[in-house]
DNA sequence: AGTCCTGCGCAATGAGCTTGCGAAGCATCC
DNA sequence: GGATGCTTCGCAAGCTCATTGCGCAGGACT
């Protein structure tokens, strides 16, 4: 059950990760294998979750999402009740795009996606402050993205 | 140039952040229309750059980088020559995966992946702390990710 | 040395991609 | 009001690529 990963199978999920949508045989040939035992890794590697899934990575900006905000948030108490109520809210909402429960400063993390800053505020106060259990949200707002890279490093 | 979304646009593009390994011939069954014409749409949006790319999302857990964690990032100063430096620092490591400069409470949010606590706290010491145009860092961990999207909200 | 096991390359088949072409819908302009 | 030009569709042909089964080589264990 547990997959070992030999250089060559990071050397085929670091070329995925960069082009998800290579032909097996271009990849093949990235890797040095020919183009069977090239494509039953890759399977393998899916088959074992190691890859979940492959997505197309859109222009924030030209799909009317421009703008990305981090919220950090207070919940008012902290018990199991609260956080359960707290994800399934935030499932809901399309324009969080990943929630952390955290430990520490604050109770979670939250990126929101929206087309403005004025949309932006029109989410938080109509949505993300009504759910039950938050207390308080902190916003930290970019300006500017320096780096938004999509590659874990592999060792 | 302003490449116009209709919603066959956005239904092809809501179909490939899902899936962007989908076959054409799928796809156009899926937004009801015949394989060229789709493809010819799919060209579009990539040469637009409104689709950037496709990657595989591999499972962090599994790779050995398990641990994300957001870092606030206080400058020294706030001139151009210290987030010009700080941008060519962040972009050489891999375990920074998001950067973004901030207005507000700090100057710059980071998300950063390791396999553990212990390895970024190696990370903070030996390298984000030692980029000469940071001043301090705070940091939120994850002990739970609740939501983790790549699918932007299109309208 | 013999046997088992794992992983590679090769070849054939079938599915999907890609391009050119003709037709239909629609707006514009005499 | 009808003709013209533009856009975008569907169809068909050629070609690349994915997928599967099979034989073979190298290493481990007996």
Same mark, same amino acid.
């Given at each position: 059950?547990? !997959?070992?990963? *030999?250089?060559?199978?990071? $050397? ?19 890797? &040095?294998?020919?183009?069977?035992? +090239? #494509? ?8 074992? &979750?190691?890859? *979940?899934?492959?997505?197309? !990575? #859109? ?6 999402? &421009? ?6 948030? =207070? ?23 990943? +929630?952390?429960?955290?430990? &520490?400063? +604050? *109770? ?7 087309? *403005? #800053? $004025?949309?932006? =505020? @029109?989410?938080?106060?109509? $949505?993300?402050? @009504? ?9 930290? !707002? ?14």
């Amino acid at each position: 059950m547990p !997959v070992i990963l *030999d250089p060559i199978d990071r $050397h085929i999920l670091r070329v995925l990760q960069r082009d998800g949508r290579i032909s097996n045989v271009d990849l093949a040939k990235e890797v &040095g294998l020919s183009p069977s035992p +090239c #494509l039953r890794r890759v399977r393998l590697l899916e088959e074992a &979750g190691i890859i *979940d899934r492959y997505v197309a !990575v #859109l222009d924030p900006a030209k799909v009317g999402a &421009g703008l990305t905000v981090f919220a950090r948030v =207070w919940f008012k108490t902290q018990d199991a009740e609260v956080t359960l109520r707290f994800a399934e809210a935030v499932r809901r909402f399309p324009e969080v795009m990943e +929630c952390y429960l955290t430990t &520490g400063e +604050c *109770d979670a993390v939250l990126r929101i996606v929206t087309a *403005d #800053l $004025h949309s932006y =505020w @029109r989410f938080q106060a109509d $949505h993300l402050t @009504r759910i039950p259990s938050v207390l308080s949200v902190k916003t930290d !707002v970019p300006m500017e993205t320096l780096k938004r890279s999509f590659e874990l490093p592999l060792g």
